[in-house]
């Protein structure tokens, strides 16, 4: 991926372990992430909040969901720093730690019944911790796969982190079906939580096994480090981390509409059960097992544009549809728009953005470049749920169904203008030549 293609003379079995590697570990954290969102929609309203109306308990907890994507920038701004400091390697440790042990104390919180306001005050800071590890996983798990690939397969290898997420909601959805088949009371809640304990440790005694990046390791050979790379890369790029916001919208604002606020929706409008969407969920992240592969390896041969333009224009036109179906009340098409959603909206999007977004920074700012772009999208997604709740109480379902597809016309715009960068489509890698220089 340098200059000097040490990234490509690496063996494919060192790519495919490392990709692995990230990829466990991002799933941890995932889970971690979405048993909260499922928690937030179908439990913490009545459980932490004092109130007698189901709405305001539910935009409550969905506020104390933002908290968590709040945090997110300044996770990633302390992992895309200490990560162009220190390695690549160092943040993944530490930031699946303090996801999982957030995760952890989370499940073991009282009531507000047990002890009134100190339980949701408590749930908000763990939510925050939880925030901050979550914004720190993500570039450096893709920039591990990224950076020990061959330019040529960058895309394929990409994806592998990228599946993470829907293998992380893929667990969370089933724990909670399993948990809600099985126990009672509060314990269908909690255990998702506390069972975290064991993934966490399974996924540190992976990555601690994997080496550091050698795009870093070369930087720290050559003295090429920076001091300040967070502030240099938002001084000379703040415009492409804006523009890698804005391409995120739809794939992270239609996820969660999807998900998370569809739980409360179909109650909300009484045309379904929670365990419908939660089964939509289920599918869709199955699928994206081997659709992000198939979309990261697309990327490689037709363009990172291309294959990312799939999913925004589905986002697009799949608004008012997606909410149609689900007005219908049955099972089976409830079912299918869920999942359809996560597979053609989100997927290709998601499977193409490790690689895209890995692309257009220099070596030694690129995880400081990546993480802000990629954590300030959270700044909008986190609240969209909320905001969708508090539309539907307004205008109806049209007004989430609108909501939906305005994320995929602003990420179309960003797409349009955000340069190729696939080394099959352009003839040659990309990759930014130069270093970013900031005073030592």
Same mark, same amino acid.
């Given at each position: ?306 294959? =990312?333009?799939?999913?925004? &224009? *589905?986002?697009?036109?799949?608004? /008012?549809?997606?909410? #149609? @179906?689900?007005?219908?009340?049955? !099972? ?53 749920? =909320?905001?969708?709740?508090? &539309? *539907?109480?307004?205008?109806?379902? /049209?007004?989430?169904? #609108? @909501?939906?597809?305005?994320?995929? !016309? ?31």
């Amino acid at each position: 991926m340098s200059h000097s293609d040490s990234a490509a003379t690496r063996p494919h079995d060192k790519a495919s372990k490392v990709s692995f590697a990230s990829m466990v570990g991002s799933a941890v954290e995932s889970y971690d992430f979405f048993i909260y969102g499922t928690a937030a929609a179908g439990w913490f309203g009545s459980v932490f909040f004092h109130t007698t109306e189901p709405i305001v308990g539910i935009l409550a907890a969905f506020a104390t969901m933002a908290v968590g994507f709040f945090m997110r920038p300044l996770g990633g701004y302390l992992a895309g720093h200490y990560g162009d400091r220190i390695g690549r390697k160092s943040v993944l440790l530490w930031s699946l730690l303090l996801m999982g042990g957030a995760t952890v104390l989370i499940g073991a919180l009282p009531t507000y019944e047990q002890a009134g306001v100190i339980a949701p005050i408590l749930l908000i800071l763990l939510r925050m911790i939880q925030g901050i590890g979550f914004g720190a996983e993500w570039g450096g798990a893709v920039l591990m796969a990224c950076e020990h690939a061959p330019p040529h397969r960058r895309g394929f290898f990409g994806a592998v982190p990228q599946i993470g997420i829907p293998l992380g909601l893929l667990m969370a959805n089933g724990a909670f079906l399993l948990s809600a088949a099985y126990l009672e009371g509060d314990w269908i809640w909690r255990a998702p939580f506390l069972a975290s304990v064991a993934m966490v440790g399974v996924g540190l005694w992976i990555r601690m096994g994997v080496s550091e990046s050698p795009e870093f390791e070369k930087m720290k050979a050559e003295n090429t480090l920076i001091k300040q790379p967070a502030l240099t890369v938002i001084r000379n790029d703040w415009r492409k981390i804006l523009q890698i916001v804005g391409l995120r919208l739809a794939e992270t604002g239609g996820y969660y509409l999807a998900t998370s606020f569809m739980l409360s929706y179909v109650l909300l409008a009484g045309v379904a059960t929670r365990e419908n969407v939660l089964w939509g969920t289920l599918i869709g992240s199955a699928l994206g097992l081997g659709s992000h592969l198939y979309f990261g390896a697309l990327s490689d041969r037709i363009g990172r544009k291309k294959v =990312f333009l799939i999913g925004s &224009l *589905f986002t697009i036109a799949f608004g /008012i549809p997606l909410f #149609l @179906l689900i007005n219908t009340g049955v !099972v089976a098409l409830i079912v299918v728009a869920v999942a359809l959603s996560l597979l053609l909206s989100h997927d290709p999007i998601f499977a193409v953005e490790a690689s895209w977004f890995t692309e257009q920074f220099p070596p030694n700012v690129r995880s400081s470049g990546i993480s802000l772009g990629y954590n300030g999208a959270s700044l909008v997604a986190g609240v969209l749920p =909320f905001i969708a709740t508090g &539309l *539907f109480a307004m205008v109806g379902w /049209i007004g989430p169904a #609108l @909501l939906f597809s305005a994320l995929g !016309v602003i990420s179309t715009a960003c797409a349009l203008r955000m340069p190729e960068t696939a080394p099959a489509v352009v003839g040659q890698d990309l990759v930014q030549p130069g270093l970013a220089t900031s005073p030592r």
